[in-house]
């Protein structure tokens, strides 16, 4: 090669000549050795030796690593208060049914008395004779042994005197005691006979060792997590590596993970996490466990080939319901996440509604009326948010809501279903709204982005800002109807689009999750997904969104059976979650307390405005009042209270309502007066100026325990 560029150098014409020799203090000639038969060279880096201070550097591994100082359940308040709830349930259970069960184990006792004392007076009679050393006089005896005979003789005659004394010592007081107490205290004597006979029963166990005690066997609590096992059942699906080549190795210890177990696994070179989630039904049947106790996931965070097996050490299946944290008490903010439901290791997991909206998906009798549930009463128990649902069956699922709706309707009919356009044009027409004032406010006011705040909501009270939240269940109504599909499709689809900055938004529920049933320019477009349990891969992702099954989110591996139980995503990401079980009676009693707020907070629109609920037992007043109050607020006018009590218990106080102001002011006053609460002339800038009403101070502390 070296000659060839020589070669060439000679070739060049006399003006590219100079313009060489001119270059050479500039540029640098590369030349290009070719040496046939060469050894290959080495390509990967030297091995170095370990550096000064590696000793250092193995601790700082560690440290990044190192597990944390404090235990989980210790750092984690709330679930060390449900573990100790739980560990002093099982004892208190455990007490409690071994107790209501004494009687039964006394009269098994008293059977096995006889046994137990034949067996007492044969060792009795063993000891007073003496009979372990018959085999040695026999000995001795046998051998001729005339002086060790002698000599055993008077030894066991010595020993066997004193005991045949103390023995008709003792049978004598007792008989003597025993016979003067059936005389004197008869009562005593048969319960100390009694006692005495019962514990002298646990002598008398059978040979058989059939326990005294009942035994309950929780046959739902499942065995200890090992190494061993999740090997075998890797191996068993055909996730092993191959010849000479590394196979599975665990990237940390199997721990304990909330009330399961978590282990991770670094898969063979080669193999994906996400193909043990297709094979998760067989995963479960190679580890002889419930398929609902069984959740592999890949862990995106190391590399696609990381699995982490989290195993229930309890079927959730047959484990307890775990209420809802608003079922009894509270509110809530829908510009904040909402409380929904539960993942498989019982942790509570919030649905994000703001600046975003939903599409829930499943097949009849996956759960999606308790789906629908945990969203709209949490959203019915935030105040400032107005209702808007289109329940398009007609079953009545959602009727606890229907009191403070600002639209509600349900059923079927096409007149149904051009309320549910109706409402859609309304929310465009409101975003439409709810913009051009947006736009009219300085960027220091919007300093995170033109869009609708709570902080925004508060300081233009005129403007209603509040969220706007449109739900529309079995939408697929809709979107196959012959008349109103393009519409629908085209309304919806505008909504989500437009309406999410602007505190408006949408909520699809169907449970028929085709191609045909949910328009394509729908699916993609919704910011958070709900599928429940389906039937193939093309309704997993018509919900869940384009690649979601092949990334692991599959909705086909739930059973209809697991009712509620989802995989709920919001981006590429995904969860498997179980909806908090809302029964209709306590949705019922959440609507009312909703209704209370609400009317409290004089926040009632559209339909709602003269609402009635039905009445629920509270003792006093007092409670009537601290129940109806709006969080956050300081004080509330009589008139208000009025209305929200009149609301909350007209059977109580309806009558107050058709007083006039002053007289149903006064009448709350004078009942209030009993419990030495006083209302006072307050002025509220936000409500309606000066007038009587009463401070939320005022209210006497609630007890403990309510």
């Given at each position: 090669?070296?000659n060839?560029?020589?070669?060439?150098?000679?070739?060049m014409?006399?003006?590219?000549?100079?313009?060489?020799?001119?270059?050479?203090?500039t540029?640098?000639?590369t030349?290009?050795?070719?040496?046939?038969?060469?050894?290959?060279?080495p390509?990967?880096?030297?091995?170095?030796k370990?550096?000064?201070?590696?000793?250092i550097?193995e601790?700082?591994?560690?440290?990044?690593?190192?597990p944390?100082?404090?235990?989980?359940?210790?750092?984690?308040?709330?679930?060390?208060?449900?573990?100790?709830?739980?560990?002093?349930?099982?004892?208190?259970?455990?007490?409690?049914?071994?107790?209501?069960?004494?009687?039964?184990?006394?009269?098994?006792?008293?059977?096995?008395?006889?046994?137990?004392?034949?067996?007492?007076?044969?060792?009795?009679?063993?000891?007073?004779?003496?009979t372990?050393?018959?085999?040695?006089e026999?000995?001795?005896?046998?051998?001729?042994?005339?002086?060790?005979?002698l000599?055993?003789s008077?030894?066991?005659?010595?020993?066997?005197?004193?005991?045949?004394?103390?023995?008709?010592?003792?049978?004598?007081?007792?008989?003597?005691?025993?016979l003067?107490?059936?005389f004197?205290?008869?009562?005593?004597?048969?319960?100390?006979?009694?006692?005495?006979?019962?514990?002298?029963?646990?002598?008398?166990?059978?040979?058989?060792?059939?326990?005294?005690?009942?035994?309950?066997?929780?046959?739902?609590v499942?065995?200890?997590?090992?190494?061993?096992?999740?090997?075998?059942?890797?191996?068993?699906?055909?996730?092993?590596?191959?010849?000479?080549?590394?196979?599975?190795?665990?990237?940390?210890?199997?721990?304990?993970?909330?009330?399961?177990?978590?282990?991770?696994v670094?898969?063979?070179?080669?193999?994906?996490?996400?193909?043990?989630?297709?094979?998760?039904?067989?995963?479960?049947?190679?580890?002889?466990?419930?398929?609902?106790?069984?959740?592999?996931?890949?862990?995106r965070?190391?590399?696609?080939?990381?699995?982490?097996?989290?195993?229930?050490?309890?079927?959730?299946?047959?484990?307890?319901?775990?209420?809802?944290?608003?079922m009894?008490?509270?509110?809530?903010?829908?510009?904040?996440?909402?409380?929904?439901?539960?993942d498989?290791?019982?942790?509570?997991?919030?649905?994000?509604?703001?600046?975003?909206?939903?599409?829930?998906?499943?097949i009849?009798?996956?759960?999606?009326?308790?789906?629908?549930?945990?969203?709209?009463?949490?959203v019915?128990?935030?105040?400032?948010?107005?209702l808007?649902?289109y329940?398009?069956?007609?079953?009545?699922?959602l009727?606890?809501?229907?009191p403070?709706?600002?639209?509600?309707?349900?059923?079927?009919?096409?007149?149904?279903?051009?309320?549910?356009?109706?409402?859609m044009?309304?929310?465009?027409?409101?975003?439409?709204?709810?913009?051009?004032?947006?736009?009219?406010?300085?960027?220091?006011?919007?300093?995170?982005?033109?869009?609708?705040?709570?902080?925004?909501a508060?300081?233009?009270?005129?403007?209603?800002?509040?969220?706007?939240?449109?739900?529309?269940?079995?939408v697929?109504?809709?979107?196959?109807?012959a008349?109103?599909?393009?519409?629908?499709?085209?309304?919806?689809?505008?909504?989500?689009?437009?309406?999410?900055?602007?505190?408006?938004?949408?909520?699809?529920?169907?449970?028929?999750?085709?191609?045909n049933?949910l328009?394509t320019?729908?699916?993609?477009?919704v910011?958070?997904?709900?599928?429940?349990?389906?039937?193939?891969?093309?309704?997993?992702?018509?919900?869940?969104?384009?690649?979601?099954?092949?990334?692991?989110?599959?909705?086909?591996?739930?059973?209809?059976?697991e009712?509620?139980?989802g995989?709920?995503?919001?981006?590429?990401?995904?969860?498997?979650?179980?909806?908090?079980?809302?029964?209709?009676?306590?949705?019922?009693?959440?609507?009312?307390?909703?209704?209370?707020?609400?009317?409290?907070?004089?926040?009632l629109?559209?339909?709602?405005?003269?609402?009635?609920?039905?009445?629920?037992?509270?003792?006093?007043?007092?409670?009537?009042?601290?129940?109806?109050?709006?969080?956050?607020?300081?004080a509330?006018?009589?008139?208000?209270?009025?209305?929200?009590?009149?609301?909350?218990?007209?059977d109580?106080?309806?009558?107050?309502?058709?007083?006039?102001?002053?007289?149903?002011?006064?009448?709350?006053?004078?009942?209030?007066?009993?419990?030495?609460?006083?209302?006072?002339?307050?002025?509220?800038?936000?409500?309606?100026?000066?007038?009587?009403?009463?401070?939320?101070a005022d209210?006497?502390?609630?007890?403990?325990?309510?």
């Open positions: 090669m070296t060839n560029v020589v070669q060439l150098h000679k070739d014409p006399p003006e590219a000549h100079s313009f060489t020799e001119e270059a050479k203090d540029l640098t000639e030349i290009i050795d070719v040496v046939q038969d060469a050894a290959p060279r390509v990967d880096p030297p091995v170095e370990a550096p000064a201070g590696t000793w550097a601790r700082q591994a560690y440290l990044a690593e190192a944390p100082v404090v235990p989980t359940f210790l750092r984690n308040a709330a679930e060390f208060i449900d573990a100790a709830r739980w560990t002093a349930s099982y004892y208190g259970h455990v007490t409690a049914f071994h107790a209501i069960r004494l009687p039964v184990y006394a009269l098994r006792l008293l059977t096995r008395a006889p046994r137990g004392i034949a067996r007492m007076v044969i060792r009795w009679g063993k000891w007073v004779a003496d372990e050393a018959r085999p040695v026999a000995k001795a005896a046998a051998s001729a042994d005339i002086e060790a005979w000599s055993l008077r030894e066991h005659s010595r020993r066997v005197r004193p005991r045949r004394i103390a023995s008709l010592a003792v049978a004598t007081t007792t008989g003597i005691t025993a003067t107490g059936c004197l205290a008869p009562g005593w004597t048969l319960t100390a006979t009694l006692a005495a006979t019962t514990l002298i029963g646990l002598n008398g166990k059978k040979r058989d060792g059939k326990p005294l005690v009942t035994r309950y066997v929780a046959t739902n499942l065995r200890r997590l090992d190494s061993t096992e999740v090997l075998d059942a890797l191996a068993a699906i055909g996730i092993e590596g191959k010849k000479g080549k590394r196979g599975a190795e665990f990237a940390s210890e199997v721990m304990r993970d909330g009330p399961g177990w978590r282990a991770e670094d898969l063979p070179a080669g193999v994906k996490a996400a193909e043990v989630l297709e094979k998760r039904e067989a995963l479960a049947a190679a580890m002889r466990r419930p398929i609902s106790t069984v959740w592999p996931s890949v862990d965070t190391a590399h696609p080939g990381r699995l982490v097996l989290w195993v229930a050490q309890r079927d959730p299946a047959k484990s307890g319901r775990r209420l809802w944290p608003l009894k008490q509270g509110t809530a903010d829908v510009y904040e996440p909402l409380p929904y439901g539960f498989p290791r019982g942790n509570l997991i919030e649905i994000t509604l703001m600046y975003s909206n939903l599409l829930v998906g499943g009849p009798g996956s759960g999606k009326t308790s789906c629908a549930l945990a969203i709209v009463l949490g019915a128990l935030d105040p400032t948010a107005e808007w649902i329940e398009l069956k007609g079953s009545g699922d009727d606890a809501v229907k403070v709706c600002h639209r509600y309707v349900s059923g079927d009919e096409d007149e149904d279903l051009e309320a549910a356009l109706g409402g044009r309304s929310g465009i027409a409101e975003y439409q709204r709810r913009a051009k004032f947006i736009k009219s406010l300085p960027a220091s006011e919007v300093p995170d982005g033109r869009r609708v705040t709570r902080a925004l508060e300081k233009y009270p005129e403007q209603q800002l509040g969220p706007r939240v449109i739900v529309i269940d079995e697929q109504e809709l979107f196959t109807h008349d109103y599909k393009d519409e629908a499709a085209a309304l919806a689809t505008r909504l989500i689009k437009k309406g999410r900055a602007y505190g408006i938004i949408l909520i699809l529920l169907t449970q028929n999750p085709d191609a049933s328009p320019s729908v699916s993609s477009s910011g958070t997904r709900l599928c429940l349990a389906v039937m193939d891969w093309r309704a997993n992702n018509n919900v869940l969104g384009t690649g979601a099954y092949d990334r692991g989110m599959r909705a086909t591996d739930i059973s209809v059976d009712q509620g139980t995989i709920l995503a919001r981006g590429r990401e995904g969860i498997t979650v179980r909806a908090a079980f809302i029964k209709q009676t306590e949705a019922e009693e959440i609507g009312k307390r909703a209704l209370a707020l609400r009317t409290a907070a004089g926040t629109t559209g339909q709602a405005v003269g609402a009635r609920v039905e009445e629920q037992d509270v003792e006093t007043i007092v409670d009537h009042v601290r129940a109806i109050w709006p969080d956050g607020v300081e509330v006018h009589s008139h208000r209270l009025v209305e929200a009590l009149a609301a909350y218990r007209p109580l106080y309806k009558e107050w309502l058709e007083m006039e102001a002053a007289e149903s002011s006064t009448a709350l006053s004078a009942a209030l007066k009993a419990f030495k609460v006083s209302t006072k002339q307050l002025t509220i800038r936000e409500c309606c100026g000066g007038a009587k009403g009463l401070r939320y209210l006497p502390a609630a007890e403990d325990g309510e």
